[in-house]
């Protein structure tokens, strides 16, 4: 249950075995880092720029991953300090802090970018970016694979080198306790890495998400692989994917309830006073429908239609995959300039 709650979706992979009916913990919530978001955009990307900077003096070894750096600091007006060890009020004697995580949508590649940022110990956020092929959605399913086989055995059992520092030969350092699962033997071949690659990720996911978007996850990851595979077969393809798509408005057949919809709007988008909703003209609407009855596409178009007529609309979801969702059929369009659709 508490996995699946929206403000903290992580404490019970963490927390599990801790007395919950007494609730001996405080919580916090924090966005997932981004590949290229200012260090300075928000109080998450503050924790994470202080957590990269930490143990770099002569490269010692890291000791844990971002999720528990967050656990022990937070920022206080615009400050990264530690977490007081108990607090007043509701948060008298609790000493444990547990932290959501909110992630974007796993099947877009900065996803793999969030998951290795929060769980996997690192000192740059290079280590999980690669500029191989230039494509946005293989770079951090590429990096991450390129970080896990950057790993080497270290000088005791509890130490693993980790991946090679950009311009020297110097490796930073990791404890294995850091990592989010055992690691295996070291160094991993590019398919062991990409089983651990999964192995964690979807560990993680099958505890935030259904079973059946998992499997389209892993699934999703398997066709990267053999896409990065036909790559490196034929140099050449890549320019092919590099091509910007360009989204434009289909012809549809409407259905009779999708038509009274359109028209619906297109009379309501002319209200403009309270005379005319006295008059009884609302403009609030609700629709429903199965998945694949048309609902996003008449959104879509009713959308477009109103912007071509001089409306301002604006779009909004309650969830991430429902935002790219939407920017995946609305970015781009001949005749209509793309401010007009938010």
Not at 127 to 143: D, P, V
Request: proline fraction near 6%; charged fraction near 20%; hydrophobic fraction near 40%.
């Amino acid at each position: 249950m508490s996995k699946r709650a929206l403000c903290i979706p992580e404490i019970f992979v963490y927390f599990a075995r801790l007395p919950h009916m007494v609730r001996s913990f405080r919580t916090d919530n924090i966005y997932a880092p981004g590949p290229t978001c200012p260090d300075d955009a928000n109080n998450s990307m503050k924790l994470y720029a202080a957590y990269r900077a930490t143990e770099d003096s002569l490269f010692p070894c890291k000791t844990r991953a971002f999720i528990h750096y967050v656990r022990t600091h937070h920022v206080v007006n615009g400050v990264v300090k530690l977490r007081p060890k108990t607090g007043g009020g509701h948060n008298t004697g609790k000493t444990t802090t547990a932290v959501g995580v909110r992630f974007g949508y796993e099947m877009h590649d900065q996803y793999i970018f969030h998951y290795c940022a929060m769980f996997f110990p690192h000192y740059h956020r290079e280590a999980f970016i690669s500029t191989e092929f230039s494509l946005k959605f293989t770079m951090c399913f590429l990096g991450c694979l390129r970080y896990l086989m950057s790993l080497s055995p270290g000088d005791t059992d509890e130490t693993v080198y980790g991946e090679a520092i950009p311009g020297s030969t110097h490796r930073y350092r990791y404890s294995k306790s850091a990592f989010p699962q055992p690691l295996p033997t070291l160094p991993m071949s590019k398919e062991v890495a990409f089983a651990y690659m999964c192995d964690c990720m979807g560990t993680d996911l099958r505890m935030r998400v259904c079973d059946a978007r998992v499997a389209t996850f892993l699934s999703r990851l398997e066709a990267i692989a053999v896409l990065t595979n036909t790559f490196r077969a034929n140099p050449l393809s890549v320019e092919a994917w590099r091509t910007t798509r360009d989204v434009t408005l289909r012809p549809m057949q409407w259905s009779g309830k999708q038509q009274e919809f359109l028209d619906a709007v297109a009379e309501r988008i002319n209200v403009r006073d309270s005379s005319d909703m006295a008059g009884g003209l609302s403009r609030w609407m609700h629709i429903t429908g199965g998945p694949g009855t048309g609902k996003t596409e008449a959104i879509i178009h009713a959308a477009y239609r109103a912007a071509e007529v001089g409306a301002r609309v604006l779009i909004l979801c309650p969830t991430g995959a429902l935002v790219h969702a939407y920017k995946a059929v609305s970015y781009t369009h001949l005749t209509l300039p793309t401010s007009d659709l938010v």
